[in-house]
């Protein structure tokens, strides 16, 4: 099997699919070569969480993935912050489904408002942690999070625990850099602000008008009439010779608008498009 290092194009568990198997089946079926799960229930108790997959679903994403070469990321609940001891057992959980599932990569938002020291230090022992599972960690940008905090974030934490860095990079959420303050409306400031040796390692893809975060299948926001975006995003990656997932943060009701993005993508990429060789999932849960 294939393991070499490569861009691979995958879609995300939702809550508004009708099981919670469902988009994962569909990324099987349809030859996506990466999957990322979120636990976003909320309030309402919409959505799902660890516990909503039981040992033989685990078993099952477990083995169909390795079956499929599809490389499964845990995105952790948005509200967990690694340097607030009460978020601790909850990220435990998270981690334990990371691991039942054969995860490559556990991704979380960054916090600022205690100091980034406070957030470097919370980062640390949580890095050691994954490492012995061979999990690596993301760090994503949220809305109120700019290239700068990044520029730190990584500075910080290589004066902080250098061994750490080879077990942690960061998240590039497309969508929060086009909504964030100093960059709104022109992501490819936002990448043009990192600098070169923050790691970007996992890709989170969507778009909105800079207005709210709408997540709209890539080419059917903005890109959808002029693509000038989309492929000045691609060059850059490409000059970061980025090797990584790059997940499709949606669940549209024309599901077919996710296999077209990643034609798209692939075709910009200038990769081919891999042979689907598989059977459909050896077994179908209805979880």
């Not at 942690?168 to 100093?182: F, K, R, T």
Request: glycine residues 6%.
């Amino acid at each position: 099997m294939d393991r070499s290092p490569r861009i691979r194009i995958g879609i995300q568990s939702a809550a508004s699919a009708a099981t919670i198997l469902a988009p994962f089946q569909y990324a099987v079926e349809h030859g996506f070569e990466a999957f990322e799960w979120l636990p976003d229930k909320n309030e309402s108790g919409v959505g799902w969480e660890e516990k909503d997959v039981d040992a033989e679903a685990r078993r099952y994403i477990r083995a169909t993935s390795l079956k499929e070469d599809i490389h499964v990321s845990v995105h952790a609940p948005w509200h967990l912050n690694p340097s607030n001891p009460n978020h601790r057992e909850r990220l435990s959980e998270t981690i334990g489904f990371a691991e039942d599932i054969g995860a490559s990569l556990l991704n979380i938002h960054l916090y600022t408002e205690q100091g980034m020291d406070a957030y470097a230090w919370g980062i640390i022992p949580l890095t050691d942690t994954l490492a012995q599972s061979s999990i690596r960690l993301s760090v994503e940008n949220t809305l109120l999070t700019g290239p700068e905090d990044f520029n730190l974030f990584f500075k910080r934490l290589r004066d902080l625990a250098p061994d750490s860095m080879a077990h942690v990079g960061m998240c590039l959420d497309i969508g929060h850099a086009n909504l964030c303050e100093p960059t709104q409306n022109d992501y490819l400031k936002f990448i043009d602000l990192l600098a070169p040796e923050v790691p970007i390692v996992h890709i989170h893809l969507h778009e909105n008008y800079g207005d709210f975060d709408s997540h709209l299948t890539v080419f059917t926001g903005p890109s959808k009439t002029n693509d000038r975006g989309i492929r000045g995003f691609v060059r850059r990656m490409k000059k970061r010779s980025f090797s990584g997932s790059i997940i499709l943060e949606q669940w549209p009701e024309q599901s077919s608008l996710l296999n077209e993005a990643r034609e798209k993508l692939r075709a910009m990429f200038g990769e081919p498009f891999p042979t689907i060789v598989h059977t459909v999932a050896s077994r179908k849960m209805s979880l």
